[in-house]
């Protein structure tokens, strides 16, 4: 990149700081073109400026032999838009991604491990909540389970942005695109968020975190959890409740939508609750239908 001069090096770090706001987006766009550039360089590539679509095309068909399809479409995707960002800034004359096709990948259902009602109840119930970390982890699950919230989006609450309207609490949630996003809390969810809360003497910050990381004395630190730590408190919680250890963060999201469904819910609420922009999205997390296979492929009787 130092070999193009500094004006391509300029506009390639604007590509990150300047369009792409979401941090996790940044960091995954940030991976992918760093990979392509790193191969093309090892392949002798001199200058970026020498990237033709033939080289793109012949990077993705390799690296789908060992990545999946969606993973290749989106290391397309950020390739496209970094030479994109690069012509427009007049840098390259053209964008070598944008005559590439990347591999056809139709979804119908997604792959997110899904709970039942009795399981989700039995993961709530498992967890001693005689110290602040089960408080915590209680309340963080049950946000995510009954506002259908990404794990970041419920780790970027603050205290403030659980606040009373009226004779309900409400959740403020900042979801992906910098999307403000305000629900009213489920009964459940709001006693558990108010015996956390009053536990870990914090409901008058209003601008510290609300689910924090606790140190070795069992006090909170002030620092948000991070999404490593929660992943990693979901799979321990998971493990002694006896539930499948597939069960991820995502997993209360597609959990919540497909109770909430299954009790009549509609696909265009349920969209709403989630802040999906497209119904199709969250038809990927609905399995109302699962549980009707198993007996209609029993009445092929031969």
Request: charged fraction near 25%; aromatic fraction near 8%.
């Amino acid at each position: 990149m130092r070999a193009a001069g500094p004006e391509a090096c300029r506009r390639f770090i604007e590509f990150f700081v300047a369009t792409i706001r979401n941090p996790n987006t940044r960091e995954a766009y940030a991976r992918a073109t760093g990979r392509f550039l790193t191969w093309a360089e090892r392949g002798g590539l001199k200058s970026f400026r020498d990237i033709e679509p033939v080289l793109v095309a012949g990077y993705i068909e390799q690296m789908g032999t060992t990545h999946s399809r969606p993973t290749c479409k989106q290391h397309l995707a950020a390739i496209g838009r970094l030479f994109g960002w690069l012509v427009t800034g007049g840098v390259l004359a053209s964008n070598p991604a944008a005559s590439v096709r990347g591999p056809s990948h139709v979804v119908r259902r997604g792959s997110t491990p899904v709970l039942t009602a009795e399981e989700a109840r039995q993961l709530l119930d498992s967890i001693a909540t005689d110290d602040l970390a089960g408080l915590r982890d209680r309340a963080l699950i049950a946000t995510m389970l009954f506002t259908f919230a990404r794990v970041s989006a419920a780790l970027g609450v603050a205290v403030g942005d659980y606040y009373p309207e009226g004779k309900r609490w409400w959740l403020r949630l900042r979801e992906k695109g910098g999307k403000v996003h305000q629900l009213p809390v489920h009964h459940t969810a709001e006693e558990y968020l108010d015996e956390y809360i009053d536990a870990a003497g914090i409901r008058e910050q209003p601008h510290s975190p609300l689910f924090q990381s606790i140190n070795a004395a069992g006090l909170l630190t002030g620092r948000p959890l991070g999404r490593g730590h929660a992943l990693r408190m979901i799979k321990r919680r998971a493990r002694r409740a006896d539930l499948s250890t597939s069960t991820c963060c995502h997993t209360f999201r597609a959990t919540g939508i497909t109770a909430y469904l299954s009790n009549g819910g509609t696909l265009e609420r349920a969209q709403a609750i989630a802040a999906h922009e497209s119904p199709r999205t969250t038809k990927l997390y609905d399995r109302t239908s699962d549980a009707i296979t198993l007996d209609e492929i029993e009445r092929i009787q031969i």
